[in-house]
């Protein structure tokens, strides 16, 4: 780190000139995306403060996703990166590639299920109809960055699970091999603490806030054709919503939607 030193007549509280310390790091090339920091034990000798004050400094700049935390291995800075536009029709795998980023996916589950009633109520079948359900661990370059539960009809897709998830595109298969074009999506978005499964899937610490998507995708026959749980990664998977003076770029109903597969 560049010239790590700590007044303690500053004014500025000093978690807060911490803070500074490691953004003129970055800044200055010292630091670079993907370097781990020290350990917080070697931070609070070399800058004469406590773990605690080291702590909150840090906490905090991984909220604002300047620095990512791995389970057990310490803080490291984060890359740069624009916000992930909501889009209802580019999919999580070509917007990953028209990003210049490698999209795969680790299939956690897959198979045939009976349909539950919430899930047949939402999808328009009868409960105990079979129904296609797959969670993948969706990563960008390699990094996870959300989990995708999707169920879908069998019926609309029969044998689709014969296909290798881990690079195959759901929504590309659906349209070039059951003829099933996707005509829009409904979202609705919310947040809440993680569960200690996804912390681990996700790479993220215990007791770690996720944005999750219920999504329900339709074709162009206006049937729904794929229910999905989406949880996300925040610092690693950052959405955005362009507005302009005449309202949001995208139409009110189509605002919160996003193609993942």
Request: hydrophobic share 40%.
């Amino acid at each position: 780190m560049d010239n790590p030193k700590i007044s303690r007549n500053s004014p500025i509280p000093l978690y807060q000139q911490v803070k500074q310390l490691v953004l003129r790091s970055i800044e200055t090339g010292s630091l670079a995306p993907n370097n781990g920091l020290p350990s917080e034990r070697e931070l609070v000798e070399l800058l004469g403060v406590s773990r605690i004050t080291v702590r909150q400094a840090l906490t905090e700049l991984v909220q604002q996703g300047i620095l990512y935390t791995t389970p057990s291995k310490g803080f490291f800075v984060a890359e740069k990166q624009n916000p992930y536009e909501l889009n209802a029709l580019l999919s999580f795998s070509a917007m990953a590639v028209e990003r210049g980023q490698v999209p795969s996916s680790s299939v956690i589950e897959a198979g045939i299920i009976s349909a539950s009633a919430p899930i047949a109520r939402q999808l328009l079948i009868t409960p105990g109809s079979e129904v296609v359900s797959i969670l993948r661990l969706r990563l960008l370059d390699n990094i996870p960055v959300m989990l995708n539960q999707s169920w879908l009809p069998h019926n609309c897709c029969p044998d689709i699970l014969s296909n290798d998830f881990t690079t195959a595109s759901l929504y590309k298969i659906l349209k070039n091999d059951y003829q099933q074009r996707l005509a829009h999506a409904s979202s609705t978005i919310s947040a809440r603490l993680a569960s200690q499964q996804e912390c681990a899937w996700l790479g993220l610490e215990d007791l770690s806030v996720v944005l999750t998507m219920d999504q329900l995708t339709y074709s162009q026959d206006e049937r729904p054709i794929e229910l999905s749980l989406i949880i996300i990664n925040p610092l690693r998977y950052r959405l955005s919503l362009e507005h302009t003076d005449l309202g949001m770029t995208m139409e009110p109903d189509t605002a919160f939607r996003q193609q993942t597969a």
